[in-house]
Nanobody
Framework: QVQLVESGGGLGMAGGSLRLSCGASGSFFKIDTMAWYRQAPGRQRELVADISRRGTTNYTDFVKGRFTISRDNAQDTVSLQMNSLKPEDTAVYYC???????????????WGQGTQVTVSS
């Protein structure tokens, strides 16, 4: 059973910082792309940033220059450093990973349970 477990988040102030972390556990061979998504009330889930196994990053326009995604392949973790927070960053943030479990040749998509980030003005 492969799981993604998130930590961090909570309440932040506008202009402040928060950090999210996510770790993969269970029986798997390899992790490919890892990413963070978010979903605000009444809106669809949207990509925030992703990172390849080699460390190539991609950010959506609304977080460029403010958020930084990073990963540790040895620890099977991905993090999101969020700086210069804005009230519109308020959302549930989800960790995502594309993982090859042991005993199969099929890559699968896995999601964390979500962690609430609330930014007050």
């Amino acid at each position: 059973q492969v799981q993604l477990v998130e930590s961090g988040g909570g309440l932040g102030m506008a202009g402040g910082s928060l950090r999210l972390s996510c770790g993969a556990s269970g029986s798997f061979f390899k992790i490919d792309t890892m990413a963070w998504y978010r979903q605000a009330p009444g809106r669809q889930r949207e990509l925030v940033a992703d990172i390849s196994r080699r460390g190539t990053t991609n950010y959506t326009d609304f977080v460029k220059g403010r958020f930084t995604i990073s990963r540790d392949n040895a620890q099977d973790t991905v993090s999101l450093q969020m700086n210069s927070l804005k009230p519109e960053d308020t959302a549930v943030y989800y960790c995502y990973a594309r993982i090859l479990p042991f005993g199969t040749s099929k890559w699968s998509d896995y999601w964390g349970q979500g962690t609430q980030v609330t930014v007050s003005s």
